[in-house]
C-alpha cells in the first residue's frame, strides 16, 4: 500500500481524532493489531526518516522500516509504552545502528562511508555533552561538603 492509497487517506482520517495514547489503551484492551497498524501508518514517513538518516540508502531503509514494522508488532505488548512516537523512534534507532553493525562486519566501503557520516554525527553530540559534564565536575567540585 502507498502512502497515496486512497484506502490509506480514509483509514487515516477516519481514526486522526484518536491520540497515540488511546490506541495504545485500545490495544492493551483487546489485543487487537489494528490499533498499532494505524500507529504505524502515522509514522511511517518518521520511520522511514530516521532510517534513511543512519543509512543513506533508499532501499535498504525501505526494507529496515518492514523490519521494525514487524519488531513492533511482537514487542509492543511487553512494554508499557507511554509515549509511543519516541519510543518508536528508539526501535528505529536501534534497529538501524544494529543493520548498521551487520553491514560493516561485512567490510563493505559503502557502509563504512555510512557509518562514518553516523558517527560524526554522533561524535558532536558527544564532544558537546563533554564540555557540559567537564562544567558540571567542576561546578561540583566547588561545593562545600555540606
Given at each position: 500500500?502507498?502512502i497515496?492509497?486512497?484506502?490509506f487517506?480514509?483509514?487515516?482520517?477516519?481514526y486522526?481524532?484518536i491520540?497515540?495514547?488511546e490506541?495504545l489503551e485500545?490495544y492493551q484492551r483487546d489485543?487487537?493489531?489494528?490499533?498499532?497498524?494505524i500507529?504505524?501508518e502515522?509514522y511511517?514517513l518518521?520511520?522511514l526518516?530516521v532510517c534513511?538518516?543512519?543509512?543513506?540508502?533508499?532501499q535498504?531503509?525501505?526494507?529496515?522500516?518492514q523490519?521494525?514494522?514487524l519488531?513492533?508488532?511482537?514487542?509492543?505488548?511487553k512494554?508499557r509504552?507511554?509515549y509511543?512516537?519516541?519510543?518508536?523512534?528508539?526501535v528505529?534507532k536501534?534497529h538501524?545502528?544494529?543493520r548498521?553493525?551487520?553491514l560493516?562486519?561485512k567490510?563493505?566501503?559503502?557502509?563504512?562511508?555510512?557509518?562514518?557520516v553516523?558517527?560524526?554525527?554522533d561524535r558532536t553530540?558527544?564532544l558537546q555533552?563533554?564540555v557540559?559534564?567537564?562544567?558540571?565536575?567542576?561546578?561540583?567540585?566547588?561545593?562545600?561538603?555540606?
Amino acid at each position: 500500500m502507498t502512502i497515496h492509497d486512497s484506502r490509506f487517506t480514509m483509514k487515516a482520517n477516519q481514526y486522526a481524532h484518536i491520540t497515540d495514547t488511546e490506541l495504545l489503551e485500545y490495544y492493551q484492551r483487546d489485543s487487537n493489531q489494528e490499533w498499532i497498524g494505524i500507529l504505524l501508518e502515522r509514522y511511517t514517513l518518521l520511520l522511514l526518516g530516521v532510517c534513511m538518516k543512519y543509512l543513506k540508502d533508499e532501499q535498504e531503509a525501505r526494507e529496515c522500516v518492514q523490519q521494525i514494522f514487524l519488531k513492533v508488532l511482537t514487542e509492543v505488548s511487553k512494554y508499557r509504552i507511554d509515549y509511543f512516537k519516541s519510543w518508536l523512534y528508539m526501535v528505529a534507532k536501534n534497529h538501524c545502528l544494529m543493520r548498521l553493525r551487520d553491514l560493516k562486519g561485512k567490510g563493505t566501503r559503502e557502509v563504512t562511508e555510512n557509518v562514518a557520516v553516523a558517527h560524526e554525527e554522533d561524535r558532536t553530540e558527544l564532544l558537546q555533552n563533554e564540555v557540559t559534564y567537564d562544567v558540571l565536575e567542576e561546578a561540583i567540585n566547588e561545593l562545600s561538603e555540606e
